[in-house]
């Protein structure tokens, strides 16, 4: 069996080398509805593998990834490590911090001398929009973007969706997509690439996004993209089936964007209070690093039957076995996903 005989959405695809059209993964924006569906589909089979207590296979035996973080991460980096290791792919990880960059090396340099070094598969997260498009250019291998400064997070708008899948499966739900359901995104919009991966997926799969900022943390446009805008949270989560909190991000920041941490909390942290006013079964999310007492409340981030923080961050390795093994077929020969003539 190969691994795509247990998704449903593969059989949309035809055999002879068109089985995923992409090399890389550089955006949510570059994937088909039908596409996004195939790879939630495959990463099941990783859930299911990684709640038991041998995890490990050696379908990317012999391979070796390199994650490129030029930006801190803690989830991200390490459940990529995490999803290579459980594959059997050799993993090493480049600390900018610890790397040539520091001595002036520009990303061109480190991309062909990572290139040099016959990865096949890099993951790089870089605090430039555009950074992993410009790399992919120049390497022979799949690039994966773990995070373009504001632009986007493919992975975590995958994971996300199927942390929602599975917690509305959970509930009965059939979630073959998100048709019908209202979602709210919440925080500093302006520089958030997760906001910006997670409204793509989220609409592709037939969601309505209603996207919560104040007026300076909100893109100037960004209704274009089909999104519902809002500045007053309670209105936004007024029917709202899902929550999902942002943080400020600070560091992405330069000059004043809000008054105070406090005076936004009052107006744009999710409270239990606020929280009722949705509807008695919302769930919560976060893509984390979180901030508590700022964006949200202890007391709803660790709600047992409504918060799937920890649940996103579980989905996280799995979805990024996925991508890793889809993405990495073609080179390994696997059957039907042959270099296309
Ligand atoms: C996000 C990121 O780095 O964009 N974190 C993550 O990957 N889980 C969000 C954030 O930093 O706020």
């Known amino acids: 069996m190969t691994p795509s005989d247990t998704s449903p959405h593969a059989a949309r695809y035809p055999a002879g080398g068109l089985a995923f059209p992409h090399r890389d993964l ?3 924006g570059q994937l088909e509805r039908h596409e996004i569906l195939f790879l939630l589909d495959e990463a099941e ?20 990834i390199i994650n490129a973080f030029f930006e801190n991460s803690t989830r991200t980096l390490l459940s990529f490590e995490i999803a290579g290791k459980r594959l059997g792919a050799d993993v090493v990880n480049m600390h900018a911090a610890q790397s040539s960059v520091k001595k002036g090396e520009t990303l061109i340099d480190t991309a062909i001398t990572l290139n ?15 950074a992993t498009g410009l790399i992919a250019d120049k390497v022979d291998c799949p690039v994966l973007n773990a995070g373009d400064g504001q632009h986007e997070h493919p992975t975590q708008g995958l994971l996300d969706a199927l942390a929602l899948r599975n917690a509305l499966r959970e509930r009965g739900e059939s979630a073959e997509d998100f048709t019908g359901l209202n979602i ?16 793509l997926c989220l609409q592709a799969l037939g969601a309505s996004v209603r996207l919560c900022a104040p007026p300076a943390l909100m893109p100037v446009g960004i209704e274009a993209m089909g999104a519902e805008v809002f500045h007053d949270f309670d209105a936004a989560l007024d029917g709202a089936d899902v929550v999902m909190m942002l943080r400020l991000q600070t560091e992405r920041m330069s000059g004043q964007f809000i008054p105070s941490a406090r005076e936004y909390h009052h107006l744009y942290g999710l409270t239990k209070a606020r929280l009722e006013k949705a509807k008695k079964d919302t769930l919560v999310m976060h893509p984390g690093p979180m901030n508590r007492g700022v964006e949200i409340d202890s007391e709803v981030a660790d709600m047992i039957d409504r918060s799937i923080i920890t649940r996103q961050v579980e989905m996280g390795v799995a979805i990024r ?17 042959e270099e296309a003539a």
């Open 45 to 64: 089979q990783w859930v299911a593998l990684n709640r038991q207590s041998a995890k490990h296979v050696d379908a990317l035996a012999g391979l070796t």
């Open 321 to 337: 076995m996925a991508c890793l093994d889809v993405l990495t077929r073609r080179a390994r020969g696997v059957d039907g996903w």
């Open 26 to 28: 550089l955006g949510i």
């Open 116 to 130: 040099a070094m016959r990865a096949d598969a890099i993951v790089i997260r870089h605090w430039s929009s555009g």
């Open 184 to 199: 709210v995104i919440c925080g500093d919009i302006l520089h958030s690439r997760v906001a910006r991966s997670n409204l």
